[in-house]
């Protein structure tokens, strides 16, 4: 914000700029009749050093669950052709579903077979496992690994940096 003193002299056609400043606005309020700022300087230990941080195996983008979610870095498709449990059907390993009754998780198949003729109690923890008749469903999420984008297809767009070595953290 800049605030800016003017001044008209008298007899002069234009108005002269006596003083500026320039502030940062750090909060804001109001009531009924006006709008109160509080103007100053940001504080520099306030802000975040360094700015990111470098893991190795360690995806640093936000999953991208449904087409709900926006996450553009992430850009994970699958479970937006998940299709919905059904009933002694054959799957195979990859296969992606959603129980009949929504419940915000989608589930993998990681080991093929045929379903039971009655949907199973579907787990809501993040990784968990299910048995269904011959088929082993997991919870499709991230996990933030080079191997959970590499089992979902999506380690091109994997946000860590295996170049690091397992050293573990670099600051930048």
Same mark, same amino acid.
């Given at each position: 914000?800049?605030?800016?003193?003017?001044?008209?002299?008298?007899?002069?056609?234009?108005?002269?700029?006596?003083?500026?400043?320039?502030?940062?606005?750090?909060?804001?309020?109001?009531?009924?009749?006006?709008?109160?700022?509080?103007?100053?300087?940001?504080?520099?230990?306030?802000?975040?050093?360094?700015?990111?941080?470098?893991?190795?195996?360690?995806?640093?983008?936000?999953?991208?669950?449904?087409?709900?979610?926006?996450?553009?870095?992430?850009?994970?498709?699958?479970?937006?052709?998940?299709? /919905?449990?059904?009933?002694?059907?054959?799957?195979?390993?990859? #296969? =992606?579903?959603?129980? @009949? $009754?929504? &419940?915000?998780?989608?589930?993998?198949?990681?080991?093929?077979? /045929?379903?039971?003729?009655?949907?199973?109690?579907?787990?809501? #923890? =993040?990784?968990?496992? @299910? $048995?269904? &008749?011959?088929?082993?469903?997991?919870?499709?999420?991230?996990?933030?690994?080079?191997?959970?984008?590499?089992?979902?297809?999506?380690?091109?767009?994997?946000?860590?940096?295996?170049?690091?070595?397992?050293?573990?953290?670099?600051?930048?």
């Amino acid at each position: 914000m800049t605030i800016r003193v003017v001044a008209k002299p008298v007899g002069e056609p234009d108005y002269l700029e006596a003083e500026s400043w320039t502030y940062d606005i750090l909060g804001t309020h109001s009531d009924a009749e006006y709008v109160y700022f509080t103007l100053g300087a940001p504080n520099p230990l306030s802000k975040r050093f360094p700015l990111y941080r470098y893991i190795a195996f360690n995806c640093r983008w936000r999953f991208r669950l449904d087409s709900s979610i926006v996450a553009p870095e992430c850009n994970y498709l699958g479970n937006d052709s998940a299709i /919905t449990w059904t009933p002694s059907t054959i799957i195979e390993v990859g #296969t =992606i579903v959603h129980p @009949v $009754t929504a &419940n915000g998780h989608y589930y993998r198949c990681i080991k093929q077979g /045929t379903t039971y003729g009655v949907e199973p109690t579907w787990p809501t #923890t =993040i990784g968990a496992t @299910v $048995t269904d &008749n011959d088929v082993v469903w997991i919870e499709n999420y991230c996990k933030k690994s080079l191997q959970n984008c590499q089992d979902l297809d999506n380690s091109e767009r994997f946000g860590g940096f295996p170049g690091l070595g397992s050293g573990g953290i670099r600051l930048a």
